[in-house]
């Protein structure tokens, strides 16, 4: 008997010290809840609890919190203090191992994280070389036989690493499309790759420096080789988690190289000579992006680059594709392109126009 009742009183303390020992949140209606803070920041507080995992609080229904373990508080001055807090409506408590107590007005708290979390959050800061890439691979293939026989194949990729104050893009397009009928000409009806980089770096909050390498190879239209390699500043016009919108200012420098090619139709064919170019250019752009609801994504950039060498002489790149989730890491795009060249060769056309549409494979890591 004496052994029930000495078990009974053990249970009880336990239940009373991990009481004591939870993080504890008490709303406004007098509902408290226990559990672990996981974070928080200026709008909801996220309590991890044994019963109904992560919950999600709104921070205007909380009157009070309190945590028995450290957690990272991050102040909107840009400081940041850590150990046990207790909140009330008005002010916040933290008690620091070093600093002593540190009291702030509640609407001053940008940020809590547990200590966990706050590792995760400083990884993703501070990437390593292979860590925190994200991007996605664009596929669209087609095929007939029969009364005809052509094959068209487009891929595009494209990869973001963002570091706390960095951004590195690489991306690649490329549409090859043939012929294969019996004395079809020309044979080879698109064959463009372009791609590229770009580095982007914050300098404040809306101002950041990029610098770019690009290259594009075009057969149809005798390009061998352009490489444009240019810099200059941006801003971040939008920079919310659904929409952004950058604005980009600089110079470039571009080679380029047209081999030589005969001019049809009509014989004897007229041969265009092979064409090296060295220019100087400004470059003038920008790039938006726009996410509907869970599942779709918009983006949109445009580029202008005036001919410094020869004035009045200009190129310029548009770009507009969709892609619509359809799980985590498969979707379906679209995606339509124009590159313009004000003064292409002899026989050859200003623009080149792609568009596609197809599969999407995600990924992140």
């Not at 991007?135 to 990869?159: E, Q, V």
């Not at 990029?210 to 801003?235: P, S, W």
């Not at 080679?255 to 004897?268: D, G, L, Q, R, V």
């Not at 979707?331 to 792609?354: A, R």
Request: with cysteine; aromatic share 10%.
């Amino acid at each position: 008997m004496r052994m029930h009742i000495g078990l009974s009183c053990l249970f009880f303390l336990l239940i009373c010290a991990s009481s004591v020992l939870a993080d504890q949140v008490t709303l406004k209606n007098g509902d408290r809840l226990t559990g672990s803070i996981v974070k928080s920041d200026a709008k909801q507080l996220v309590l991890k609890t044994d019963w109904g995992g992560d919950i999600t609080i709104k921070l205007e229904s909380i009157q009070e919190f309190k945590s028995s373990e450290d957690l990272h508080v991050g102040l909107s001055d840009g400081k940041s203090v850590v150990g046990p807090v207790s909140a009330g409506p008005e002010k916040v408590v933290v008690t620091t191992k070093t600093g002593g107590t540190v009291e702030e007005p509640r609407a001053s708290v940008a940020t809590l994280r547990s200590p966990a979390e706050q590792a995760a959050y400083e990884k993703t800061m501070h990437p390593g070389p292979l860590e925190g890439w994200s991007g996605g691979l664009d596929l669209g293939f087609a095929l007939t036989r029969g009364n005809s026989a052509t094959k068209n194949l487009d891929i595009a990729f494209n990869a973001a690493r963002k570091g706390a104050k960095d951004k590195i893009t690489l991306y690649e397009h490329s549409v090859y499309s043939a012929n294969d009928a019996a004395g079809a000409f020309p044979s080879t009806t698109a064959n463009a790759i372009g791609g590229g980089m770009r580095y982007d770096r914050d300098l404040t909050p809306r101002l950041f420096a990029f610098v770019n390498a690009d290259f594009f190879h075009d057969e149809l239209q005798a390009l061998d080789l352009r490489t444009i390699l240019g810099g200059g500043l941006g801003l971040h016009a939008i920079k919310a988690e659904r929409t952004t919108l950058d604005l980009l200012f600089g110079g470039n420098y571009t080679h380029e190289s047209y081999s030589a090619f005969f001019n049809p139709p009509t014989p004897p064919n007229v041969l265009v000579p092979a064409v090296t170019r060295n220019l100087a250019g400004l470059t003038i752009g920008d790039e938006f992006m726009h996410k509907i609801g869970r599942g779709t994504e918009i983006k949109q950039s445009l580029y202008f680059l005036p001919d410094l060498t020869n004035a009045g002489e200009y190129r310029g790149t548009f770009k507009f594709g969709t892609v619509t989730k359809i799980n985590r890491w498969f979707g379906w795009q679209n995606s339509f392109g124009d590159i313009y060249t004000s003064d292409p060769p002899v026989g050859k056309k200003n623009n080149d126009l792609l568009f596609s549409m197809g599969l999407n494979f995600s990924f992140t890591h």
